[in-house]
């Protein structure tokens, strides 16, 4: 079991940055991919970024340029450097952990919380 608590989420004004945390605790060797989602209020939930274990990225194209994410292994965390953040960036960030567990692998098995980001002027 694995257990995802976010943090770092307020108001920021436009073309501000926030940085976001995802401490994970519990049975973590097996987990190979860590990424961040968001949904606004009215749309999809859909993958801003995502790491691996091996430290390969990849962002959505909204994003590219402008945010990062990060692990940090040592104290089992990953984060998400967000800015130039923009009005449309408003949502929910999720942070999740995929698993490999015997011959199964899971892309988002864990899911946090949840931590509201708002971008407004």
């Known amino acids: 079991q694995v257990q995802l608590v976010e943090s770092g989420g307020g108001l920021v004004q436009p073309g501000g940055s926030l940085r976001l945390s995802c401490a994970a605790s519990?049975?973590?060797?097996?987990?190979?991919?860590m990424a961040w989602y968001r949904q606004a209020p009215g749309k999809q939930r859909e993958l801003v970024a995502d790491?691996?274990?091996?430290?390969?990225?990849n962002y959505a194209e909204p994003v590219k340029g402008r945010f990062t994410i990060s692990r940090d292994n040592a104290k089992n965390t990953v984060y998400l450097q967000m800015s130039s953040l923009k009005p449309e960036d408003t949502a929910v960030y999720t942070c999740?952990?995929?698993?490999?567990?015997?011959?199964?692998?899971?892309?988002?098995?864990?899911w946090g919380q949840g931590t509201q980001v708002t971008v407004s002027s």
């Open positions: 519990g049975s973590i060797s097996n987990i190979y991919r």
């Open positions: 999740t952990a995929g698993t490999r567990e015997g011959s199964w692998w899971y892309a988002s098995k864990y």
């Open positions: 790491i691996t274990s091996g430290g390969d990225t």
